[in-house]
């Protein structure tokens, strides 16, 4: 499978060619400040700001980084951004009386209490307190349940997956691929990203397989995908030769594992991998996502995305 598509074309797209004998690249970073752009500009035609309030609790160094690039992007869309951030030792009393106050208050439209929560908050129940409404993350069973029953257009979809598939669409737009009828496998089955993607492929009319850690024959099962998405956190889980020809290639997975050498300070370097192999799935694949690089930035840039619609479906 080759792109039909000129450099440029793929540019606009998002994607570029690949090293050679590879498949194309699908740039997650280029894509996401696409969407970037056009959440700003739709935000400043909304006649209101939206309002996006980002909860952390406790001092996870992760979390710390993804709270505050959600900030920085929601004042780049022109939001108004807040982060509460609350000690470890805060009771689920407490988290849910501010969700309360959140939910109740008119100036925020998103509420984002990050994961994980410290093991003696139940964050099912903490999750499932946030309204509706203002659920940007797309994890509670109401939203959960519209994308099930494929009311897409009045959920808040997760954001990984959500911007999974646009990569995914743009990729099958440039290789003039219909996704209709296509097998799709979705490795991983979590809340947070293997079931809604499964559904989101499913809503394409994708012939779909969900795949686990229980699944028997996996090579056979990932050997079958025409649209492969690696959702497991598993460092390069998925060797290359396990690939389908011509697939196109989402990985999910941000994995940290030792680098080679050490750097300035004299500490182990370390380095980012997915669940896939990359080296050997880009030969075969047609299109895949790097990591990093793929998927990631996507999810920062559907949370506005979601933040946005939420704001225009509570003017
Ligand atoms: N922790 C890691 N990823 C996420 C996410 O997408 N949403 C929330 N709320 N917490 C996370």
Same mark, same amino acid.
């Given at each position: 499978?080759?792109?039909?598509?000129?450099?440029?074309?793929?540019?606009?797209?998002?994607?570029?060619?690949?090293?050679?004998?590879?498949?194309?690249?699908?740039?997650?970073?280029?894509?996401?400040?696409?969407?970037?752009?056009?959440?700003?500009?739709?935000?400043?035609?909304?006649?209101?700001?939206?309002?996006?309030?980002?909860?952390?609790?406790?001092?996870?160094?992760? $979390?710390? +980084?993804?709270?505050?690039?959600?900030?920085? *992007?929601?004042?780049?869309? %022109? #939001? @108004?951004? /807040?982060?509460?951030?609350?000690?470890?030792?805060?009771?689920?009393?407490?988290?849910?009386?501010?969700?309360?106050?959140?939910?109740?208050?008119?100036?925020?439209?998103?509420?984002?209490?990050?994961?994980?929560?410290?093991?003696?908050?139940? $964050?099912? +129940?903490?999750?499932?307190?946030?309204?509706? *409404?203002?659920?940007?993350? %797309? #994890? @509670?069973? /109401?939203?959960a349940g519209l994308l099930a029953v494929g009311d897409i257009a009045r959920a808040l979809v997760p954001c990984t997956p959500a911007g999974s598939m646009i990569l995914i669409e743009r990729a099958a737009n440039a290789l003039g691929i219909d996704?209709?009828?296509?097998?799709? +496998?979705?490795?991983?089955?979590?809340?947070?990203?293997?079931?809604?993607?499964?559904?989101?492929?499913?809503?394409?009319?994708?012939?779909?397989?969900?795949?686990?850690?229980?699944?028997?024959d996996l090579r056979e099962v990932v050997g079958r995908a025409d649209i492969l998405v690696a959702a497991v956190g598993r460092p390069q889980m998925i060797p290359g030769d396990w690939v389908r020809k011509g697939a196109i290639v989402v990985d999910?997975?941000?994995?940290?594992?030792?680098?080679?050498?050490?750097?300035?300070?004299?500490?182990?370097?370390?380095?980012?991998?997915?669940?896939?192999?990359?080296?050997?799935?880009?030969?075969?694949?047609?299109?895949?996502?790097?990591?990093?690089?793929?998927?990631?930035?996507?999810?920062?840039?559907?949370?506005?995305?979601?933040?946005?619609?939420?704001?225009?479906?509570?003017?």
């Amino acid at each position: 499978m080759t792109s039909k598509a000129s450099p440029s074309e793929l540019a606009a797209l998002g994607l570029r060619e690949g090293a050679p004998g590879c498949g194309l690249v699908i740039d997650g970073k280029l894509v996401s400040e696409s969407v970037l752009a056009e959440v700003a500009q739709k935000s400043a035609a909304l006649g209101l700001k939206p309002g996006l309030a980002v909860v952390l609790v406790g001092e996870d160094p992760a $979390s710390q +980084v993804y709270v505050k690039s959600k900030g920085r *992007a929601a004042e780049s869309c %022109g #939001f @108004h951004s /807040v982060q509460h951030t609350l000690p470890v030792s805060t009771s689920q009393v407490d988290l849910i009386a501010l969700v309360e106050a959140l939910n109740a208050d008119p100036a925020i439209h998103g509420i984002l209490v990050q994961l994980p929560l410290p093991k003696h908050i139940d $964050s099912t +129940v903490v999750l499932e307190t946030i309204s509706p *409404a203002k659920d940007v993350d %797309g #994890f @509670h069973p /109401v939203n959960a349940g519209l994308l099930a029953v494929g009311d897409i257009a009045r959920a808040l979809v997760p954001c990984t997956p959500a911007g999974s598939m646009i990569l995914i669409e743009r990729a099958a737009n440039a290789l003039g691929i219909d996704l209709a009828g296509k097998e799709a +496998v979705v490795v991983g089955r979590s809340n947070i990203v293997g079931k809604p993607m499964a559904q989101l492929l499913l809503s394409r009319s994708c012939t779909v397989t969900i795949a686990h850690s229980r699944t028997h024959d996996l090579r056979e099962v990932v050997g079958r995908a025409d649209i492969l998405v690696a959702a497991v956190g598993r460092p390069q889980m998925i060797p290359g030769d396990w690939v389908r020809k011509g697939a196109i290639v989402v990985d999910v997975g941000i994995n940290r594992v030792p680098g080679e050498g050490l750097d300035s300070q004299g500490r182990p370097k370390s380095k980012l991998v997915g669940d896939v192999d990359y080296a050997g799935a880009a030969t075969r694949a047609a299109a895949i996502t790097p990591v990093p690089g793929g998927v990631g930035p996507m999810t920062i840039a559907m949370l506005m995305s979601n933040t946005l619609t939420a704001a225009a479906r509570l003017r």
